[in-house]
C-alpha cells in the first residue's frame, strides 16, 4: 500500500472514532449520573484520604455480584476528570482513588453542589425531547420539550411538582455558587443601591445572599407564584409572587440573573421595557444587573466556548432562548430603549452586565 493510502486510511479511521465518540458521548454523563447516584464521591470524600477499590467496593451498596464492574466504572471517571488514581499496582483492588475539583461540586455537603442540575438536566422528562429534535424542526411547534411533552416547559413544571422541585433545587445551586463570585468580586454592583428585586429569583438564593450581605439594601424575590409559595422572608426581603410579562415591582435596581437566555429576542425586549417601567416608577436613576452568557468564540480554550454552545442548544429544545453575543445583546438594550452598558466577564462563562436607561 503506498503512502497516499495509507494517509487516506488514517483520515478514515481518524473520522470514524471522532463520529464513535460523538455518537457515544452520552455514555459520559450517564456513567456521571451513576457515580452520584451510588454515592461514590461522598464515600470517597467521607473517608478522609484516597480510598482503595476494594474499600470503595465495600462500602458500596450494591449487589456482590456487580462489584467487579466498579473498576470499569472508575476508569473511565478517572480519564474524564473526575478522579485521579493513585497507588498504580498490578492487583486492581489496591488502585486508590481521590477527588479532584471537579468531583468536589458533585458532593452533596458542598453549598455549591451542582448534582442538583445534573439530576434536573439527565431526568427522563428533559433528555425525552432530544429524541425529538429533528421532528422538531418540520413542524411548527416552538420548542422540542413541548412537542415531546405536551405543554412549555414552565407551565409542566407548574403542574409537576417533581420536575418543579428537581429545577428549582439546580437554579438555586448554580445561585449558590454564582452568588459568591458575584459579592465577592463586584460589591459595587450594589454600592448605593436601597432596592433591589431579583426576577425569577426562583426559592432566593441569591435574594437570601444579596440580603444578608447588603442589609440596608431592601431585597424582593419575584417569581411565579407556584414557585414563592409558602416562602418565608426577613427583615430585609420579602417574596413576591407575580407574572414579568405584565408588571415588575419597582426598584432601584432590578436583577435578572440566567433570565433572558430562555427568552426569544421579542420576549426579553418585552421583559427589559417591564424593567425600565419598574425602575422609572421608583422615581430615580436606576439600573439593571444581568448575569447571563456572552458567547465568545475568541475564549481562551475550546472547552469553555462548547459549553456556552451546549447551552445554546439546550435554550433551543427547552425554551425559546439563545445565548447571545455581544452584538445581539446589545440590540436588546437598545431596542428596549437602554442607552449605556457595562460588561463585566467575572462569573466563569458568564458575565456580569450593567445597563442604563
Known sequence: MGSHEEDQSAKLLKAQTHVWNHILSFIN???????????????????????SLSNL????????????????LMRIMVHSGFFSQHNHTENELEVKYALTDSSLLLLKSNAMSVTPFLQAMLDPVLTTPWNQFANWFKNGNPTTFEMAQGKPFWEYAGSDPRINSLFNDAMASDAQLVTSVVIEKCK??????ESLVDVGGGTGTMGKAIAK?????????????????????????????????????PADA????????DWSDEDSVNILKKCKEALSRKGKEGKVII????????????????????????????????????KEWVKLFSSAGFNNYKITPVVGLRSLIEIYP
Not at 454523563?29 to 480510598?51: A, E, F, R, T, Y
Not at 459595587?188 to 443601591?193: P, Y
Not at 432590578?254 to 437566555?261: E, N, Q, R, T, V
Not at 456556552?308 to 433551543?316: C, E, G, H, I, S
Request: aromatic content about 10%; some cysteine; proline content about 5%.
Open 29 to 51: 454523563s450517564m456513567s456521571l449520573k451513576c457515580i452520584v447516584d451510588l454515592g461514590i464521591p461522598d464515600i470517597i470524600h467521607n473517608h478522609g484520604q484516597p480510598m
Open 57 to 72: 467496593i465495600s462500602s458500596l451498596p450494591i449487589h456482590s455480584s456487580k462489584t467487579h464492574f466498579i473498576h470499569r
Open 188 to 193: 459595587r454592583v450594589f454600592m448605593g443601591l
Open 213 to 249: 450581605s447588603f442589609p440596608q439594601l431592601e431585597c424582593t424575590v419575584f417569581d411565579l407564584p407556584h414557585v414563592v409559595s409558602g416562602l418565608q422572608g426577613s427583615e430585609n426581603l420579602k417574596y413576591v409572587g407575580g407574572d414579568m410579562f405584565e408588571a415588575i415591582p
Open 254 to 261: 432590578i436583577l435578572l440573573k440566567w433570565i433572558l437566555h
Open 291 to 326: 448575569i447571563d452568557m456572552v458567547v465568545d468564540k475568541e475564549m481562551k480554550d475550546d472547552e469553555s466556548f462548547e459549553t456556552q454552545l451546549f447551552f445554546d442548544m439546550l435554550m433551543m429544545v427547552f425554551f425559546t432562548g439563545k445565548e447571545r453575543n455581544k
